[in-house]
């Protein structure tokens, strides 16, 4: 099952709730279908509708400020659309640009999405040091960013322009 987009009452991207907990949300007046899957419906004793892909809080929720994205290794390879940075191939795994074994960190700036060769190949040297020049920077998402990099690709296609756009 898909997870489904949870808004603030202000039209940001809040969290993400599986579409169990976000029909739950709905029937109890707490938010409302923004978007819903074209052609998939939920159907219970006395219900049937929609399933939604976004939905927006009736409420606005206050949140801690949050200065940073959680790294993770999948935030990365979604990050980078599952693009090598080394060659631009298909990505499986992710690498450190400056190698863990040199201190590096797992941060969103030192690490790359790449292919298992490549990786292998430039192993614990740096870009300069196996003369593996990066396609392209990586960059650290924005909380908002983040939240719709986890949705997935398709999903993030799919999305209305106002809402794909980064905070
Ligand atoms: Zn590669």
């Known amino acids: 099952m898909r997870d489904t987009l949870v808004l603030n009452a202000s039209f940001e991207p809040l969290s993400t709730v599986t579409l169990n907990r976000a029909v739950v949300l709905v029937l109890q007046d707490k938010a409302v279908v923004e978007q819903a899957h074209p052609e998939l419906r939920m159907r219970g004793a006395a219900l049937d509708i929609p399933a939604p892909r976004v939905i927006r809080l009736c409420r606005y929720v206050r949140v801690p400020f949050r200065r940073q994205a959680p790294w993770s290794r999948r935030g990365v390879l979604v990050r980078d659309r599952h693009k090598c940075a080394y060659c631009g191939r298909r990505a499986t795994t992710v690498d450190h640009v400056v190698p863990r074994a040199q201190g590096g960190q797992d941060s969103w700036l030192n690490t790359v999405a ?13 870009p ?21 990099l986890a949705l997935g690709r398709d999903d993030l296609e799919a999305l209305p322009e106002w809402l794909a756009q980064p905070a």
């Open 128 to 148: 300069d040091q196996a003369g593996m020049p990066l396609l392209r920077r990586p960059f650290e998402p924005t909380p908002a960013d983040a939240m719709l």
């Open 114 to 126: 790449s292919c298992a060769e490549d990786n292998h190949r430039k192993a614990a040297r740096t």
